[in-house]
């Protein structure tokens, strides 16, 4: 999500201060060791250096938070819904407070900047408060069919309600998805990245226990954990912040228990710049828009960009200048770094990988594609922020999601061949039009196939609209009221008078 970094206060706790004091499972309101799962390596991305081993949850041990929850439920649905609400309310207030921390663990997990991250628990508590205060207005309806029956609606809660989350955003991915299933009367169980869990250990350090016991549930797990949140009848709606192949196996093991799914999967975003467009705000999205802070690693990114004949090489060169001078790979833990590292040695082997193809199938390297040499960014899983031009839409690099620093540059003077290439990706998440006229906007607009759409600007984000894909970037919305809909379930009720 774009937004500008969050103030820091002048000294900075040290690691030590923020780590969990637990690094096992919690469910029931207490913290596990795992039954049958085990204790895995989680690493410094920005040094490729191990930080602790946590708990990973096996099958026995996610049935058993699974458990819990379902015994919750009753108790947890019949608590009045504006309690619900100050609950939800108090543990945003809880993550405000000690955003750093949770930030310093972020940084350190996945290698994202602290200035960055440090925005992430007041995103995250932000969108608490948004749905608590939302719980009023979710209410059923009335219907006269006749002067001899009473008809109207309810709006239930699901039940357990199962919740994966990416780890580019691992504690306010964390925290989104806690508040509008919890504001509904359901009970949950989150599984937090496996590449990340520190944060949100910390986390149900901090607010586990102001729900009651099997209310609000988060594991640390792997495939095992996935797969049986997936399959297990116990669930009612498993959703998923990650990758359209993870996202595709959900929804296969889903089937057998026909339980409601939501999926927020990849994106290859296109960002088309007419020749009318002001250079300048162009410049500065097109920069912008490809969340190089958090090194590409966002399925929002803006990460194939069209630019007109007319102004192809000027701003090309811009931006290559204001990247240069932008965004410099370093330590995410030093307030000055201004792009941080991939979360694992294996998403900078893949981008790696991506850049070589590139450059095989003849796209031109204007600016970056190595791994960077200076001594804070040694060990660390980084790569420079690469930009390709003389791309065309056939090639890997831009019809296939990369999630790393990664920009592909495309010509283009045909409106028509412009809009088939834009669409001709199977995702369909986010897309970004620059113009100076407002109807050459709206007509762009209606043709970029995704689900939300920015004009003469990239990468904002507001509660109460709604963020979800079409084709194979997801179903469903979330941030806004639907999100809240889908979290219940509808009854039609008849009375004869």
């Not at 637990?22 to 799962?37: K, M, N, V």
């Not at 819990?68 to 939800?88: D, H, N, S």
């Not at 540059?409 to 006229?437: H, M, P, R």
Request: some cysteine.
């Amino acid at each position: 999500m774009g937004r500008l970094p969050h103030p820091l206060p002048e000294k900075l706790p040290s690691v030590e201060e923020c780590m969990p004091k637990s690094l096992d499972l919690f469910y029931g309101g207490e913290w596990h060791a795992p039954e049958d799962g085990e204790y895995r390596e989680t690493v410094n991305a920005g040094r490729g250096t191990i930080v602790a081993k946590v708990a990973f949850a096996g099958v026995k041990d996610t049935v058993a938070a699974l458990e819990v929850a379902q015994l919750a439920f009753p108790a947890w649905r019949a608590v009045e819904p504006l309690e619900r609400g100050k609950l939800l309310r108090k543990a945003a207030q809880v993550l405000r407070e000690n955003a750093v921390e949770l930030a310093m663990l972020d940084a350190l997990n996945i290698g994202s900047p602290i200035t960055i991250m440090a925005g992430d628990a007041h995103m995250a508590a932000d969108t608490i408060d948004f749905f608590a205060g939302m719980i009023p207005a979710v209410v059923g309806e009335t219907r006269h069919l006749g002067d001899d029956t009473f008809n109207y609606t309810l709006r239930e809660p699901l039940g357990v309600v199962a919740r994966i989350v990416a780890s580019n955003h691992p504690l306010m991915f964390t925290a989104f998805k806690l508040a509008a299933p919890l504001a509904m009367g359901n009970t949950v169980v989150i599984k937090s990245p496996e590449q990340a869990p520190l944060s949100a250990m910390r986390m149900m350090e901090l607010i586990g226990n102001i729900f009651p016991p099997g209310v609000l549930n988060v594991l640390s797990g792997g495939i095992d954990c996935g797969k049986t949140l997936a399959s297990h009848l116990i669930v009612r709606k498993i959703t998923l912040v990650g990758s359209l192949p993870t996202g595709r196996a959900i929804q296969r093991a889903a089937a057998d228990t026909l339980k409601l799914t939501s999926f927020e999967l990849g994106g290859k975003n296109a960002l088309i710049a007419y020749p009318d467009a002001d250079l300048d705000k162009l410049v500065d999205g097109v920069v912008s828009g490809m969340n190089w802070s958090w090194c590409g690693q966002s399925c929002g990114s803006t990460s194939r960009v069209f630019l007109h004949t007319s102004h192809h090489d000027m701003v090309l060169a811009l931006v290559a200048d204001k990247l240069s001078r932008s965004y410099r790979p370093g330590n995410p833990l030093d307030p000055a770094t201004t792009m941080g590292s991939l979360v694992s040695k294996a998403a900078q082997d893949r981008v790696l990988h991506y850049i070589s193809l590139g450059q095989q199938e003849g796209a031109r390297l204007v600016m970056g594609g190595k791994v960077p040499s200076t001594e804070d960014t040694k060990g660390g899983f980084f790569v420079e922020p690469t930009v390709f031009a003389d791309v065309k839409q056939t090639m890997r690099i831009a019809m296939e999601e990369i999630f790393g620093p990664v920009m592909s540059v495309i010509k283009w003077d045909d409106e028509d061949a412009l809009f088939a290439q834009v669409n001709a990706v199977e995702y369909g998440l986010t897309g970004a039009v620059y113009t100076s006229d407002m109807v050459t906007a709206q007509k762009a607009v209606r043709r970029i196939q995704a689900g939300t759409v920015w004009v003469n600007t990239v990468g904002t984000h507001f509660l109460t609209m709604p963020f979800g894909g079409y084709k194979q970037s997801g179903t469903g919305r979330d941030d806004c009221f639907e999100e809240m809909m889908e979290m219940t379930q509808i009854k039609a009720v008849h009375v004869k008078l």
